[in-house]
């Protein structure tokens, strides 16, 4: 893994020695060969969030999140050697509805290869899941794939009176659940009949498997009124804890992150749709910010493009080195750094490396 | 900076004089970057005026640098869809103009020469532009012909057998940066601040291109000089429109043969499909499928037809592509790779067309007379530029402003 650290690599160089490998040889060598030691344990797949496919009337969707989404699925296409898998992370409508889910199901039908996805809360809180289940199957499960646990669960539920009781159509409750910093809005949990689940589930795993969960929202605690928080994720961390090797990795923040909790790596995912800026509690400075009135932070708003992305991911004994695609940028790789025992941006660490933000007048 | 364009005034019945003088910057262009290792002399510019115009650098003896480029045609091969080299054999773009070139970041439609040295050296060697095996008939020329044996001397202080192909390539790029050309009637009206320059309609061209139009995102302009472009690579749904449909299979089987070492030069130029991958093709990045480098607009009313692929004929079609989000016709698909500048930009029929006469107003003097000229070709009276063709060359350093005018 610490090779990964000396030598950067990215995805043009994915691909580079993929299809050098083809042409030189009839056994494909894969990147993850190069770089790591246990090459029978290395894989690949590919990751794409939060497309936020909006009906305006009819058949008629907002362009922007439609190219996100079409061109994150050509491009995965492209990936050579191809990825295991591809995971969809969630908030793949904005409003819940059926067209929305039909429209955004019909992009990612042209995906080659097997997808699983993981529920957003701009999927589920119109008709409580109902429509994306039909599509796409079960809210919360499990597989295993090439000696690594994959979880998938549904962290976007809430307390059932909010969900239940407190509004009066689906609809508004689509509404208010997509507002951000809205005091009308719930903070997000696994619930108990999941943990309950994840518990047994896990209860099979031996403890030196490694395991990759992906929710929607982070299990972890960030910002609260953006929803960047689980209300329980103490209590999914807890169950996560016996592992060797946990990694999870979530959609809704529309930015990247990283962090270690304990033995837990998390990794964020770009969206195709919009990326938001940070949160106030990142400014480290009272902002005085009454709603979100900036939308795109330090995004290009010529390029719609811009600050969005995609990622595919190797899983290199049990370990993760994410690689964000980011159209008009630079990619950026997270890789877990074994030596310092956390996921960490393998280019941006020197501070001289860093690009300073913007300043709003 | 530069002595006049020799070569222009040769092909010309008009004699029409130098873009670029000694000292005087042309309106609304920066200054120019030379390079410290390729200083400029008048002996090395006439040259690589020479060497541009030789033909015996081409497998037929019949194909120059200045075949494709050709003063004549504002440094293009007009109307020419795509370029001509020996034995009429075609390439897969439309010849750049040389014209402003200097400023560019990166060479050829998919930047894959990093300067106008290196880039001299590729069409010599391609089969479908000069057609020559390899650089050595060139160097057999330069150190022979006692013409170069003695200007190589001069120039570069060399004795022939020490010419290489370095010394003919900085030649040629030290003629190519004198070919630059601003004092257009969009400069003088913008930064020469005289408001009677470009029509009403061109003023109006002017603010679709800097509003609605979302022109000058990519063709840039600054407070006080204007290029036109961005020097990036931009997929706008010109010629990857054309093999969308096989992109998935074309991408990663190039890709294969590039790292089995197919020359990227001569694929993109022999091999349709791979021409339209585009900047992919030189840099292997997913995000840059089907992307050319933005041109500049400048003299661009004078050398159709447009785009890397040239086809689009007039610039009210180029117009209407971009009007209809990156399709040339309205119920073309739009390619999976389109690049996020690129969307509908609803301008009305008055629009475009004013986008269109604010395009035609970037046309510098000389080129515009040339334009001229070549509308009236029985006769080289043309009665227009006919102060420019008197004009003592001195004089072209501030063009005459009756003769910059569109006609």
Known sequence: ?????????????????????????????????????????????????????QQIKGASFVRNWDRGLIR?????????????????????????????????????????????????????????????????????????????????????????????????????????????????????????????????????????????????????????????????????????????????????????????????????????????????????????????????????PFFERDATGWQFIDIATGRASVNFNLYNNATRTVAFDAQEGHPKDIAYQPEDRRIPPQTHY | MAPPIHTMLAVACIGFGAAASIHAQPLGLPPLHIPADNPQTPEKIKLGDKLFNDKRFSSTGTVSCATCHDPAKAFTDSPLVTSEGINKLTGTRNAPTVINAAYFALFFWDGRSADLEDQAQHPIVNPVEMGLANHEPVLNVVRTDPEYVSAFRTVFKKEPAQVTMKEVQQAIASFERTIISGDSPFDRFYFGKDKTAISAQAQRGFDTFLNKGRCVSCHVIENDQALFTDNRFHNIGVGINRIQNEVGQFAPAFLKAKAAGVDVDKAVLSNPKASELGRFAVTDSLDEIGSFKTSTLRNVAVSPPFMHDGSLKTLRDVVEHYNNGGITNKADHVNDFLSGGIRPLNLTDDEISDLVAFLETLTSPQFAAQKAAMANPPSCNVKTPSLIAAAPRSMLQSPVESSARQP
Do not use: C
């Open chain 1, 1 to 53: 893994m610490t090779q990964s650290s000396d030598k950067p690599i990215d995805r043009r160089q994915f691909i580079k020695t993929a299809s050098m490998t083809l042409a030189g040889s009839a056994l494909p060598l894969t990147m993850v060969e190069l770089a790591f030691a246990k090459p029978a344990d290395n894989f690949s797949f590919a990751y794409i969030s939060d497309s936020h496919i």
């Open chain 1, 72 to 300: 994150a699925v050509a491009e995965t296409n492209l990936l050579t050697p191809r990825p295991d898998f591809i995971m969809y992370g969630g908030d793949l409508a904005q409003m819940g509805s059926k067209p929305e889910l039909d429209h955004g199901a019909e992009i990612l039908s042209k995906l080659n290869g097997k997808m699983y996805a993981v529920m957003g809360e701009h999927d589920y809180y119109l008709d409580l899941g109902e429509y994306w289940s039909k599509l796409f199957g079960k809210q919360y499960y499990s597989f295993d794939h090439k000696g690594v646990h994959f979880v998938v669960l549904n962290s976007i539920l809430t307390y059932d009176d909010w969900t239940f009781n407190k509004w009066p159509s689906a609809e508004r409750r689509m509404a208010e659940m997509a507002g951000l910093d809205n005091p009308n809005g719930s903070p997000f949990m696994v619930g108990d009949k999941q943990r309950q689940w994840l518990q047994k589930d896990l209860a099979k795993v031996k403890k030196d498997t490694p395991i990759v969960v992906f929710s929607h929202s982070p299990l972890q605690k960030i910002y609260k009124g953006w929803n960047f928080w689980t209300e329980d994720a103490e209590q999914v961390q807890a169950l996560l804890a016996p592992f060797d090797k946990v990694t999870v990795f979530y959609g809704h923040v529309h930015q990247i992150q990283y962090n270690q909790i304990g033995n837990i790596a998390f990794t964020s995912a770009m969206a195709t749709a919009w990326p938001w800026p940070y949160p106030q509690t990142y400014a480290q400075a009272q902002q005085l910010l009454p709603k979100l009135t900036v939308q795109m932070n330090r995004a290009d």
